[in-house]
């Protein structure tokens, strides 16, 4: 009777340690929330980064993949695909892992969702604007298998895949699937209401989403009024929730400015317009400033190079011998830095190639543009340029007229002015644009 005693104490006490462990991982991850809603990106990131390995060595897998989709969630918001696809990377490798963990394929197809979608603004290719599509479904079907106790042991707030679902049936069909966006915008909203474990903030955060899309629909409607009242209403709630959150007001304050510019314009109030345009430009400034991506991937390089430099320090230990193998490894790390900057610049040049390639107008226009200043001034544009503006690059460094581009595209000429004013929004104010 004692030694069956003595086990079911041994027992009581193992589960309650487990317990403590959840409730102390939790606590951390959402210590850690807080804290990067109010830091800058780059530190933000190495607070996740850091709680991402945690997690893994405590084997907390789902809670390992609510830190990347964190993660991603930042590459995102920087346009900076690279970044995901190395979040992606380490996400799929452990959905193989644990091919059964929700937690992880939610996360994974999440963040997949929104890469392709990051692809396709600035290629342009089919076949990623439908692999959004099917990953988001995938993203949407796996939550909706998942219990409100689930969603809040991973984190999860599962308005937001209804209403990424919305905006990718606005942005990547034209016209936009209205229905659709209405449909997905109303789940949104219901979801938001009913998932029971959501704080204050979260419910601010994707009511502040939700309605800013609605505006969008009331402009499609024709209801210019309605839709001014209603996107003022979204620009008083992201004032309201600045000093708790300041990097979801820069991302939520753009896509505003975003609105009002083409709504002014349409309806031929072209000062205000403007007006909205140098706001949307200075917000972005902000938001894609190249120092701020520059050191969120620094972080992550730092990161890698201190996890390498600590285990060097125990080999040292063992042996003074080893020495010559801490510097080999250094090396490595910094050889695939370095590596990784080197496929960037690939990509652009690849880029210029296949815009020629696939487009024999072009070819023959543009066979004696440089292929390096080509892509020197791809890679110095400030937000991705598409596919179609890319060859527009292409054609005004050939030095063509503006008749014999718009006829290589096919366009009225007053479309290639358009386009110019497009692109160069794109760029630094000083930067020496080909025309």
């Known amino acids: ?25 939790y606590a951390r991850r959402d210590r850690i929330h807080d804290m990067a809603m109010k830091e800058s990106p780059e530190k933000a990131h190495a607070l996740f980064l850091e709680f991402a390995d945690q997690c893994r060595a405590q084997g907390e897998y789902a809670m390992e993949a609510c ?3 964190e993660m991603a969630t930042n590459y995102l918001n920087q346009r900076d695909t690279l970044g995901m696809r190395r979040i992606l990377d380490r996400m799929l490798k452990s959905g193989m892992e644990h091919p059964t963990d929700l937690g992880v394929g939610y996360s994974y197809y999440s963040v997949l969702g929104t890469y392709f979608a990051s692809k396709y603004e ?27 106790e689930d969603y809040r042991k991973q984190s999860i707030v599962p308005p937001w895949n209804y209403y990424n679902m919305a905006v990718c049936y606005d942005l990547y069909c034209d016209p936009p699937v209205r229905d659709s966006i209405a449909k997905y915008l109303d789940l949104a909203d219901k979801s938001n209401r009913e998932t029971v474990y959501l704080n204050q903030m979260d419910r601010q955060q994707v009511n502040i989403s939700i309605r800013d899309e609605r505006a969008w629909l009331l402009y499609y409607d024709g209801k210019i009024d309605e839709a001014v009242e209603e996107m003022n209403a979204v620009l008083a709630l992201i004032d309201s ?17 975003s609105f009002f510019v083409e709504l002014y314009s349409s309806t031929g109030q072209y000062e205000k317009a403007l007006e909205y345009k140098e706001l949307h430009e200075q917000n972005d400034k902000v938001r894609f400033g190249a120092e701020r991506n520059a050191a969120v991937r620094e972080v992550e390089a730092k990161y890698d190079v201190a996890k390498v430099e600590a285990r060097l320090a125990k080999v040292r230990g063992w042996t003074a011998s080893l020495g010559i193998l801490s510097l080999l490894l ?30 024999s107008d072009i070819r023959v226009l543009t066979e004696k543009v440089s292929r390096d200043a080509a892509r020197k001034i791809f890679s110095s544009a400030q937000k991705p340029l598409s596919a179609v503006e890319r060859k527009y690059v292409l054609l005004f460094m050939s030095g063509k007229s503006t008749e014999e581009i718009a006829d290589a595209m096919h366009v009225e000429p007053a479309s290639v002015y358009t386009m110019k004013y497009r692109i160069k929004k794109k760029f630094p104010d000083s930067f020496p644009l080909p025309f």
């Open 1 to 25: 009777m004692k030694r069956i005693t003595v086990i079911f104490a041994f027992l009581l006490l193992l589960v309650s340690c487990r317990e403590q462990q959840e409730a102390d991982i």
């Open 67 to 69: 830190a990347l989709y």
């Open 122 to 148: 600035m290629d342009g290719r089919e076949t990623d604007k439908e692999r959004i599509f099917v990953a988001l479904r995938r993203a949407i079907g796996i939550q909706e298998q998942m219990t409100q």
């Open 241 to 257: 929730v600045e000093t708790q959150s300041p990097n979801t007001v820069i991302t939520e304050r753009g896509e505003a400015y």
């Open 330 to 359: 250094i090396a490595l790390v910094l050889y695939y830095r370095l590596l990784i900057r080197s496929k960037e610049e690939g990509r652009y040049t690849a880029a210029v190639e296949a815009l020629v390639e696939t487009d």
